[in-house]
């Protein structure tokens, strides 16, 4: 029998539609029924900025089309598309139903690229994958559809690709922060999520020098088909930095990739850390003297925050891990490479890691944990009551996130360590006032 998944922490390939929301001026298209994209829209996660959130072309795939197909239906919603809303790509994603009736959802698309417009296809059925891989498969129909050579490679273009957008609440501020510290580099950052970025910036991909890649897993596949199609060399680095200790090694990395002086790099890592340290050393009575602050943590969050938050609670804040859970379905492909980056932690500290998305299964878990005091959860909407049952400091961070608004707040950098440090001692704080 199919096992039930209490309390998912992911949603299914198709949500890659909010990938494509995240690119301003980029509209997706669903060849699905009604009831998925309702289902996969919403939250108060914020739109691409240009449309609506829910401002999408569907074509709403009803009993006949399932019997007799679908893909007139989709050429014609294809071609209202184009003449009603004014967007400067346009994305074709696939649902289970409409690749289980086997229409051939490319050649309709390819009928279109002869057009002023772009218009790609994404093959993004549910029961192929969740929406982290369905994230991949957008940027890959890029690359493979609409991106063509440079004429000649841009110097210092640097590429960043991180967080997804939408599904990881901190995602604008996070690209923000890390365009910041490429650029205090020397390097010229390029993103096409957010802000002013979209169709301007995806056609400067292939005359990058480089491809940068802050994520354990997500987007690998991407870069390396970049790799393969431009000849662009790719930079891995699996965590997001935040705060002082990894923010430093990101920039010593970034820059030792890239050839960039050596002394320049050490004089840009001194000056941030002085102003890092100085707040630090403001507040040092607070951090030593806050006597129910935790001092074992457990994350639960997709693999790019439970390693990021783990090093620097380690790292910078000296406190002890308990199991950490990733709960984003990471391919198994990548999951010892994963466990690795648990083990490299400061002080000959490692951590247990246990890739799990079952919400019932990580609560029992958590329940029968001895945390040596207040236990310090840090994970989604869905920890909240197993915060209360073991009376925790609770942070929900991670997806889904219901209770707090993120606009532009990022945890990346110097300045992200301190306000990571700021919503954890908020929430300590407010114990006995």
């Known amino acids: 029998m199919p096992r039930i998944l209490d309390q998912p922490r992911y949603k299914c390939a198709m949500s890659a539609m909010q990938t494509v929301q995240g690119i301003t001026g980029a509209l997706p298209i669903l060849h699905s029924g009604p009831g ?18 829910r401002i999408f072309p569907c074509t709403n ?5 399932v019997v007799f197909g679908g893909g007139e239906r989709l050429r014609e919603t294809i071609e209202h598309a184009l003449k ?11 649902s289970c139903s409409s690749e289980i009736i086997g229409d051939d959802m490319e050649e309709v698309v390819r009928s279109f690229q002869a057009g002023g417009k772009p218009v790609i296809f994404a ?5 192929k994958g969740n929406n982290l891989l369905g994230h991949e498969w957008v940027v890959q129909a890029i690359i493979e559809q609409y991106l063509q050579p440079a004429a000649q490679k841009s110097k210092g273009l640097v590429n960043i690709w991180a967080s997804v957008p939408q599904y990881d609440p901190f995602w604008y501020g996070n690209l923000f922060e890390l365009e910041n510290l490429v ?49 662009t060399p790719y930079l891995h680095l699996p965590t997001l930095p935040i705060g002082s200790f990894e923010t430093s090694k990101f ?79 990471t391919p198994p492909e990548y999951q010892e490479q994963i466990r690795e980056e648990f083990k490299q932690l400061n002080y000959g500290i490692t951590a247990e890691v246990s890739f799990l998305a079952d919400g ?44 707090r608004l993120v606009i532009n707040s990022s945890y990346v950098g110097y300045g992200g360590g301190l306000k990571l440090l700021e919503d954890i001692y908020s929430v300590v704080l407010t114990r006995f006032n």
């Open 183 to 231: 650029a205090q580099l020397g390097l010229i950052p390029n993103t096409i999520f957010g802000y002013d970025r979209g169709i301007k910036n995806i056609d400067k991909i292939p005359a990058a020098e480089l491809n940068l890649l802050v994520s354990p897993w997500v987007g690998l596949s991407n870069v390396k088909l970049l790799q393969e199609k431009f000849g």
């Open 36 to 53: 998925c994209a309702d289902k996969l829209q919403g939250g108060n996660y914020g739109g691409s900025g240009h449309f609506a959130p």
């Open 123 to 127: 093959s993004t059925a549910g029961f």
């Open 360 to 403: 019932y299964l990580i609560q029992d878990e958590i329940k029968d944990t001895y945390f040596t005091g207040y236990p310090l959860i840090i994970g989604s909407y869905w920890e909240k009551k197993v915060a209360q049952k073991t009376q925790a400091h609770y942070l929900s961070v991670s997806w889904p996130v219901k209770e």
């Open 251 to 329: 920039l010593r990395a970034v820059a030792g990739f890239a050839g960039i002086d050596k002394q320049k790099v050490e004089d840009i890592i001194t000056e941030n850390e002085r102003k890092y340290y100085y707040f630090i050393e403001r507040f040092a009575d607070v951090f030593l003297e806050t006597r129910v602050m935790s001092k074992r943590f457990v994350v639960v969050a997709d693999a790019q925050y439970s390693l990021a938050i783990t090093k620097f609670l380690v790292n910078d804040v000296g406190l002890f891990p308990s199991k950490q859970y990733i709960t984003d379905n």
């Open 61 to 65: 795939l009803t009993e006949k089309d």
């Open 84 to 94: 009603v809303i004014n967007a400067d790509m346009y994305v074709v994603l696939s």
